[in-house]
């Protein structure tokens, strides 16, 4: 094991440059062996025993190529939910009283290893969500880091806290687990944040029931693998696939269950909260809700902003990964003086964006998830031209076997559009005209929302002014929105974008802890 003097300090996993021929050629032989292993077959795992599911099996397909099974994994029922939650309450008690570097020497070993394997993990994800290349890489970096992150935060709160001196009195304040744990991750970003949360819950002395998502179990199935091999304990960490309805209810609504993990959108989040609020027969506590639950999120680019680096932030921004991201831009705001010179240099970027499989190097942007996904950005798109906005780049269905569907900009977008107020999850962004930076804030502000956000400006004066009056938790100043880095950019959003839960900070993993303050009377 590790000594607190032996690990160094934090510092993100550089991704990798596939420019250079030989990481191009390790990432395409991952891509080639981890094909070759399909479909991953994936199990329950209740109290350290791998399990078939009480209600059958499901796979996962390639979005890109929906003839390919990517995963098959085991379904759970509301029996082995239970069992899961009782398995993880009963291994509680001897995990919690471990000490904070035993714990965190977990995920330090994790992490090596994953870093060994980084190309490989990325590579399931190109296949079963539909990641480029660069996009899968950065998925894996970021579980990486908040591998390293939280190990080393949960050794800064085990050690002595400051506390006031005070006469005749010995004080102190210690933080303990709460207990049971369910973490509800995404499939947008199946590792990391699956990672995350997980780990962030474990290395504090918690124990998990994890129930991934239904269109990522192959790399969640991974993920489980990798804490196998590290020597995780049974019971401690319980993988519960299945369906929401049934598996995901039963386990927040359960009174052992003390806190829940949960990324997705605004409408399941809500659900998961107001069940969470019930206090059950034999429950104790409140449960706590760690939630994120999406954004529609604003590039506003004002009268003195540097045009020519907002086209390139905002194509990344609202088309990288289909704009299958929370923090996607997906509303773009232009002060009227910029406004054509922008769309002259922005439509022909967006007409020139290389769409494909995510497994080709040269591809930027893939297939979205599922149809349903499609056919939700679609009928957003029909809304959109119903409502008189200005279609002006793609709105169509893209060629190939898979989910395609291709960048789609709409001009003359007003606050009260369809496609200005729901977020699609989708490459569809909106475009609206303002007169003034007191008329761009409104706009950006105009939302349910509030998770990133970013704003181009030479003025420094009314930069310091959009620290203040533009609401959301991630505010970029002349940068693009997307690309939060794990201990640089601390990650959550107000309103109905989440609890702000800060994920990748350093109040992140007081979330999963409660203070005990100890008092011994001096002689």
């Given at each position: 094991m590790q000594t607190v003097t032996d690990i160094t300090p934090f510092v993100n996993e550089p991704f990798t440059d596939f420019s250079d021929p030989e990481n191009a050629t390790a990432f395409q032989a991952a891509l080639d062996k981890i094909q070759a292993g399909f479909p991953v077959v994936g199990r329950l795992w209740i109290n350290g025993e791998d399990c078939e599911g009480g209600a059958g099996t499901f796979e996962?397909?390639?979005?890109?190529?929906?003839?390919?099974?990517?995963?098959?994994?085991?379904?759970?029922?509301?029996?082995?939910?239970?069992?899961?939650?009782?398995?993880?309450?009963?291994?509680?008690?001897?995990?919690?009283?471990?000490?904070?570097?035993?714990?965190?020497?977990?995920?330090?070993?994790?992490?090596?290893?994953m870093r060994l394997r980084k190309h490989e993990f990325s590579a399931q994800m190109v296949y079963e969500v539909g990641k480029t290349w660069a996009e899968a890489d950065g998925d894996t970096a970021e579980a990486i880091d908040f591998l390293e992150f939280y190990a080393r935060e949960a050794l800064r709160y085990a050690r002595k806290?400051?506390?006031?001196?005070?006469?005749?009195?010995?004080?102190?304040?210690?933080?303990?687990p709460l207990g049971v744990g369910v973490v509800i991750p995404p499939w947008n970003f199946p590792l990391a944040i699956l990672a995350g949360m997980t780990t962030a819950a474990l290395v504090t002395g918690n124990t998990v029931v994890l129930k991934p998502a239904s269109d990522s179990p192959g790399i969640a199935t991974m993920f489980l693998e990798l804490m196998?091999?590290?020597?995780?304990?049974?019971?401690?960490?319980?993988?519960?696939?299945?369906?929401?309805?049934?598996?995901g209810n039963t386990l927040v609504e359960h009174p052992l269950t003390r806190f829940i993990s949960f990324t997705g959108s605004a409408e399941v989040g809500k659900g998961v909260y107001e069940k969470a609020g019930k206090t059950g027969e034999g429950q104790l506590w409140l449960k706590r809700v760690v939630a994120e639950m999406g954004g529609k999120d604003f590039i506003f680019v004002d009268e003195d902003g540097d045009v020519d680096k907002a086209v390139?932030?905002?194509?990344?921004?609202?088309?990288?990964?289909?704009?299958?991201?929370c923090s996607a831009c997906s509303r773009l705001i232009?002060?009227?003086?910029?406004?054509?010179?922008?769309?002259?240099?922005?439509?022909?970027?967006v007409e020139a964006t290389v769409v494909g499989h995510p497994a080709d190097k040269n591809t930027f942007l893939a297939a979205m998830i599922n149809d349903k996904a499609r056919q939700g950005a679609l009928a957003g798109i029909e809304a959109a031209k119903k409502e008189g906005n200005n279609l002006v780049a793609g709105g169509e269905v893209a060629e190939g076997e898979g989910f395609y569907l291709q960048p789609t900009v709409f001009t003359g977008v007003g606050r009260n559009d369809t496609i200005w107020k729901e977020e699609l999850f989708a490459p569809v962004l909106a475009v609206h005209k303002v007169s003034s930076y007191e008329e761009g804030v409104e706009a950006a502000n105009d939302t349910d929302f509030g998770l990133t956000g970013a704003?181009?400006?030479?003025?420094?004066s009314k930069l310091e002014s959009a620290k203040r009056d533009l609401h959301c938790g991630n505010l970029y100043l002349n940068r693009k929105c997307t690309g939060a880095l794990v201990g640089v950019h601390p990650f959550g959003g107000f309103n109905l974008s989440g609890t702000d839960s800060k994920?990748?900070?350093?109040?992140?993993?007081?979330?999963?802890?409660?203070?005990?303050?100890?008092?011994?009377?001096?002689?």
């Open positions: 996962s397909t390639d979005p890109s190529q929906t003839s390919r099974v990517v995963a098959n994994c085991a379904k759970a029922n509301r029996e082995d939910a239970l069992r899961a939650i009782a398995g993880a309450h009963k291994a509680f008690g001897e995990w919690s009283r471990r000490s904070a570097e035993e714990r965190a020497e977990y995920l330090f070993k994790a992490a090596r290893i806290q400051p506390i006031t001196p005070y006469a005749g009195e010995d004080n102190e304040l210690v933080y303990i196998k091999e590290v020597g995780l304990p049974a019971g401690v960490l319980q993988f519960c696939p299945g369906a929401g309805a049934e598996v390139l932030g905002t194509h990344s921004a609202a088309f990288g990964y289909q704009g299958q991201k232009l002060h009227e003086k910029i406004h054509d010179e922008f769309m002259e240099k922005f439509l022909p970027l704003y181009f400006s030479s003025d420094d994920a990748g900070g350093r109040d992140y993993l007081l979330l999963f802890l409660q203070a005990k303050s100890i008092t011994r009377a001096i002689k």
